[in-house]
Each structure stands twice: as structure tokens, then as C-alpha cells.
């Protein structure tokens, strides 16, 4: 194997990896805290956290071997079989976070009418289309012969393998792109940039409220104005952050791949193979970057972590707390809440 091809394998290996170990946990921290599974967007995140660990042992594992083996996993049947899954469960991940900006959104928007509007029977039909809509596109390829082994990606997926339909596959291909990818990324900036409107409106009302107890406050510290003024800016600077980890992950991971696929439909241009591969490889590592942009980085997930981990590791000492370590746990939020809320009022 040529170095380029040793660092692509590596590449791919980290890539299972932190993409299994990750999304097996959001699935451990969903069996275990119930608050989490009572939730509305549980629905969607589950739903994408399954994708990611079926793609994570099927395909994944079969394009490192193509990797090292330099040649086709297995044979042309069993290699059908696992392009179809790998573009049914590309599009139900795709699908599903544009599903989980449009929860975002109504729950930002229409705070108050958020319970009313989006229930579990509603998620479970959003849900029903994104199965429906990916099922559609992966069974007209298998149907129409149109997955199989792609040197260029080192992977089982879309191809045109009797190379005797050129047109139609062009055609099925920049429309399957425009519903999957071109629409989940119109959702998300859409659903997206109006939360950061409806965030910032907000941080500015906290901040006039911020500003006029200071200055009520002419005796505070002055340690303590800072502090408020710092957290003023970080409050500004976060709902940016995550809008922009949320619509750039989806971009970097996704758009170089589907970008390929497009230009892959000129002959005349060529593409190199491990640009090909590299990109494969992005497009693999959204699966592993999801647990962290959409759960674990979550308040309610690291305490779900927390809880096991110390359930793991002192399960006597737990036991011997009692109500009594709970009481002041819950007295401990609740303080936190009231700092927040209040800006930097110290309580």
C-alpha cells in the first residue's frame, strides 16, 4: 500500500471508531434517563443515531477493506445490497436533520404553542416521510441498477453499472441530490437563521435588563460588573456558535462529497481517486461528528454521562447519599437557574 492509502485507512479506522463509540452512547444515555425519551426531538435524534451506527458497521467497515484490499468487498450482489443501504441511510440521516432544525424552530419561535403543535404523533409522521422519501430513492437504484462497486470512492453506492444508461443516471442523480442534500441544507439555513434572529432579540432584551440593574446597583463589585459584561458577550457569541456548528458540519461533511458526484457526471473532467476517497471519508465522518453536535454537548447529556459514570464507579457511595444528596442537587440547579436567568445577578 502507497502512503496515501495507509493515512486514508487510518483516516476511515478513526473515523468507526469515534462514530461507534459516540452514537453508543447517546444510546445509552437515552435507555437510561427517561426526562431524555419524554422529549419530542428524541424521536428524530434516535432515529439518527441508528442510521449512524448502521452505516458505522456496515459500509464503513466494508470501505476499509476496499482500502487495503484495493478491489471490490465481496461479491456484485452482497455490494448492491449495501449501496442500497448506504443511500437509504445517508438520506434518513439527512432527512432527519432537517427534521430536528424544524423542531428547533417552532420550539424557539412559538414557545408557547410548541407542546400543541409538535407531539410524538407528529414527529412519528415527519418520521414516516424521511423513511418513505429515502426508501423511494434507494429502491429505484437497486431496482434500476444503479448501485454497485465505485472505484473512485472505494465503496458500494450509486453507480451506473451497465455504463449503458448515461442520461436517465444523470438525471435520477442531480435530482436525488437536489431532495436530499440541496433540500436539507435550504432547511437548515432557513429554520437555522431565524433561531438566531428570535436568539439575538432576546439577548438583547437580557442585556437592557443586565445594564439597568447595574447601574442600580452602584455599590456592586466591580469584579462583579465585569464578570456580567463578559457574560453578556458570551451569551451573544453562543447561539452564533451553534448555528454555525450546525449548518458548517453539514456543509464540510457533505457538500465536498455531493459536489463529486455532480462533477463526476462530466467525463471530460477527471477526478482523482484519492480526492474521491477524502471525500467518501467526510461524508462517513458526519456520522461521527452528529453525537456530539445534536446530544452529547448538551446539558442534560453530560449530566446523563456524570450519572452513569459515577453509578460506575461508586455505586456504594450513591446508595449511601440518599434523598438528602439529591435535595441539595436539586437546590444547586435550581441556584444555577436563577444566575442565569438573572444575567449576573448574584444570588
Known sequence: MAT?????????????????????????????????RKQVPCVFTLNLTFCNLLLTVSNMPLTLAALINEGQPGSDAFCQFVGFSETFLTTNSMLSMAALSIDRWIAVVFPLRYHSRIRHRDAALVLGYTWIHSMSFSTAAACLSWVGYRPLYASCTLSDVTENSHTPFVIFTVFFHSLTFLLSFLVLCVTYLKVLKVARFHCKRIDVITMQTLVLLVDIHPSVRERCL?????????????????????????????????????????????WGVVSKCLAYSKAACDPFVYSLLRNQYKKTCGDIINRLLKPSSLNASGPGHHHNHETRGRNNIVQTEGGCVVV
Open 4 to 36: 496515501a492509502e495507509v493515512f486514508l485507512s487510518v483516516l476511515m479506522l478513526v473515523i468507526i471508531v469515534v462514530s461507534l463509540l459516540s452514537n453508543t452512547v447517546v444510546l445509552i444515555c437515552f435507555l437510561y434517563n427517561p426526562e431524555i
Open 230 to 274: 463578559e457574560e453578556q458577550k458570551r451569551r451573544r457569541q453562543r447561539a452564533s456558535r451553534k448555528i454555525s456548528t450546525f449548518i458548517g458540519t453539514f456543509m464540510v461533511c457533505f457538500a465536498p462529497y455531493v459536489i463529486t458526484r455532480i462533477v463526476e457526471l462530466f467525463p471530460s473532467v477527471p477526478i482523482d481517486h484519492h
